[in-house]
């Protein structure tokens, strides 16, 4: 005997961490690489030295808090790459700056820090906290995506103390101490093309601030609008080298039969050279193999097939065109293919549920809302079907009541003399080895054949034992012999003496209960050949026509399916949200005392928009509960960029005593650099990402959101603190 591991978790972890590994050592040498060209050689190795001192000094941390090494916690490093090194962007560049200005070591080393260590910490607490609705939601999928929490709020507390301790003793070791300029002044030392040009683009918006708002208003508006165009799948795929072929054949197929096609089909699919390995599963999958499928369980009439190929790229191209062949080939079966998936608490992606008391009309109810199915463009007609099984042939016995309890008779007696007398009552098992025979007990006639008239089967039970006080003592005294007392106890009775009659009738195989109430699923899948069909489209377009479906007294309706998941998914993230938005207030609060500032923060949150949708539809990515939490790093993002921004406006009107137009172009342009390096390092660090089944949502929404929130940032916020402000142009 040759066993073979079927699914093995850790195989599959240790692939996706070697991965992930590699997807994060590629994200810091780039990140490193492009601070080299864009800051100069030295700066850009201060600040990745310090960016791998983050990630180091996180790891130990991270261990203590409990967290594991997986996809979700390394792939939060990635995603937080660009926070991570805008700390010491920040830091470094007012150090360049300070040092072209001709200050000494002791002023440029430590000015900034001191200028900005509040505002980058208080930004560095809202960046982590606009996740903190993820590690505090208590479904699966906040158990799933809760690390991110962690992994962001310790790495970017890391990285606030380095930026301000690393940087400048690396700054005073690796830098030369004087740097000769043509000039003392900020104009001098901030005037590369880049600088310019923010500098004249801003002076000239500001003078037609009505047309400016009206113009980034009206693109909101429409980017908003064209969210309704982009895909909408909630949990993605994960992108494991292996799928499964559900196969269910009809109700009354013999398991032979089953067994039979089962290997039929492991045959033919065995010539295809691009499948390494194919295990047969009959009755049900095999028990918990893995934590991110079904259990699925058909019975007798059911089996899988599980396919191994060499890569994930393989089993996508693959999937079309064997369930094409399968489905021709065996038409009476319904078979489907199966990648994994977080949503395993449902066979279809589309599920609609009816509860009633009647079977039949919970069956008509399930047929209309199945035929609206099947008119739907988006909808695999083949998928269409009801959770419970065909009609199928059984025996139904008249049962009399009060002749049977006479008799001592109960309806369960009656059901197993039915199975005796049939194909046998199941009464124990024999193991042989490596196999297990089922030992049946079999009711025949004398000569060995089957009994003809089930009227005259024999029944009997246990509460066939009636006593009378004189044979209870007798059996005591030992007057009585026990072997009289054995036969009355197991006599049997004729199932004519307790049923008027048995008939052969069409009747429910499966009846589905939840919380004791019957109740049906119709459900279906969205067309895989249809690009823009997902389930959010497929109930999109049916709902109308099945809410509409008259229900009678005592009857009701939900939604079930991805659907119902991802509802309670947001419901759970969205009842944090209000803790998270009360962290963010206090603590912009905390740090300017007006509300017109924090609102002027506030404001430029929705117009990450103009560049997630845009990004979303160009690249025909979906929006997935991963690009959702993106969209929370994004608002993190935007407000640490402006936190610094409004700080460095303030400063200047109160330190510096310059006017408030100046102090709003020259803080905007002292916060090119660390805002296009911020969102440069984040961009190019996302893009191992890109690839990736699960983040790729994810990167596309940020690095989509982030170029567009770079120009929010340095010249939209400018805008609206001149308006908030009524700052006129000089």
């Known amino acids: ?36 060209f864009t800051m100069g050689f030295r700066s850009g190795l201060i600040i990745g030295f310090g960016l791998i001192l983050t990630v180091a000094v996180s790891f130990p941390i991270l261990l203590v808090c409990g967290t594991t090494l ?44 001191q200028n900005t260590a509040m505002p980058l910490l208080g930004a560095t607490i809202i960046a982590a906290s606009t996740f903190l609705c993820v590690y505090l939601s208590p479904d699966s999928a906040g158990e799933y995506a809760g690390d991110l929490f962690l992994v962001l709020c310790v790495s970017l507390l890391a990285s606030w103390v380095l930026a301000l301790v690393q940087v400048p003793v690396c700054a005073r070791t690796w830098l030369p101490i004087r740097e000769r300029t043509a000039g003392n002044d900020q104009g ?5 093309p880049i600088h310019k040009f923010i500098r004249n683009t801003i002076s000239k918006l500001i003078g037609y601030k009505k047309i400016t708002i009206g113009i980034a ?7 908003i609008a064209g969210m309704g165009k982009v895909k909408n799948l909630f949990f993605p795929d994960f992108d494991y080298k292996q799928y499964v072929i559900e196969c269910f054949f009809p109700s009354a197929t013999s398991p032979d039969v089953v067994r039979d096609n089962l290997l039929d089909m492991s045959n033919l699919l ?45 089993v996508v191209k693959q999937i079309p065109e064997v369930r094409r062949m399968l489905r021709e080939k065996y038409p009476d079966a319904y078979i489907r293919c199966r990648k994994y998936n977080f949503s395993i608490s449902t066979s279809h992606t589309v599920e609609v549920e009816f509860a009633g008391p009647d079977p039949a009309v919970l069956k008509e109810l399930s047929n209309k809302a199945e035929d609206i199915m099947r008119r739907c463009k988006y909808v695999d007609p083949y998928s269409v079907q009801n959770n419970w099984k065909p009609y199928s042939k059984s025996y139904v016995v008249k049962y009399l009541q009060q002749d049977a309890l006479r008799s001592g008779i109960g309806r369960s007696d009656i059901g197993n003399a039915l199975m005796a007398a049939t194909d046998g009552m199941p009464v124990g ?59 009355k106890i197991f006599r049997s009775t004729p199932l004519s003496r307790v049923a008027k009659g048995i008939t052969m009738e069409w009747d429910e195989d499966v009846v589905m209960r939840l919380n004791g109430q019957r109740v049906i699923e119709a459900e279906c899948d969205p067309n895989s050949e249809i690009d823009e069909a997902t389930p959010a489209k497929v109930v999109e377009s049916i709902k109308k026509d099945v809410e509409a479906i008259e229900l009678p007294a005592g009857y ?8 119902e998941l991802q509802k309670d998914a947001i419901a759970n993230l969205m009842k944090y949200v209000p803790l998270t938005i009360f962290i963010i207030l206090a603590i912009l609060l905390l740090l300017f005392n007006s509300w017109k500032k924090v609102f002027l923060i506030l404001i430029c949150f929705p117009y990450v928009f103009c560049g997630i949708v845009p990004s979303l539809l160009i690249t025909n990515q979906p929006m997935t509960f991963m690009a959702i939490i993106g969209m929370m790093g994004l608002i993190g993002m935007m407000v640490k960029n402006a936190i610094v921004l409004v700080d460095e406006i303030n400063r200047l009107q109160t330190e510096e005593k310059k006017s408030p137009y100046t102090a709003v172009v020259e803080a905007t342009v002292s916060r090119v650099r660390p805002v296009l390096m911020a969102s440069l390092t984040t961009i190019v660090g996302m893009l191992p990402l890109v690839t990736d089944p699960m983040y790729n949502s994810m990167a596309i929404t940020i690095m989509g959101g982030l170029a567009v929130g770079t120009l929010i940032t340095l010249i939209l916020l400018p805008i609206f603190y001149t308006v908030l402000f009524n700052i006129k142009k000089i």
């Open 217 to 223: 208003f009206a693109i909101l508006i429409l980017c």
């Open 556 to 563: 009701s309706m939900r939604w079930v399916g991805e659907g």
């Open 270 to 314: 065995s010539q295809r050279k691009d499948i390494e390995r194919i295990a047969v599963s009959q009755g049900s999958a095999p028990a918990h193999y893995c934590l991110v499928r079904p259990m699925t369980s058909g019975g007798d009439c059911y089996g899988e097939l599980i396919i191994d190929c060499k890569d994930y790229k393989t």
């Open 1 to 36: 005997m040759r066993t073979e591991k079927i699914f093995f978790q850790p195989d599959k972890v240790e692939d996706a961490i070697y991965s992930f590994m590699w997807n994060l050592i590629e994200s810091v040498l780039i990140v490193i690489l492009v601070l080299i």
């Open 70 to 113: 997986q996809r979700i916690s390394l792939g939060a490093f990635i995603v937080a790459m660009g926070m991570l090194v805008d700390n010491a962007v920040v830091i470094m560049d007012g150090i360049l700056i300070d040092k072209k200005r001709g200050l000494p070591p002791k002023k440029y080393l430590y000015r900034i820090g």
């Open 429 to 487: 098992m024999i193991t042989n080895q490596d196999k297990t025979i089922v030992v049946n007990m079999l009711v025949r006639n004398e000569d060995g054949s089957r009994i003809s008239d089930l009227n005259d089967i024999p029944v009997w039970s246990m509460m066939n034992l009636h006593l009378s006080n004189d044979e209870f003592n007798s059996a005591i005294s030992g007057g009585k012999g026990m072997s009289e007392l054995q036969d």
């Open 188 to 192: 001098a030392v901030m005037n590369s």
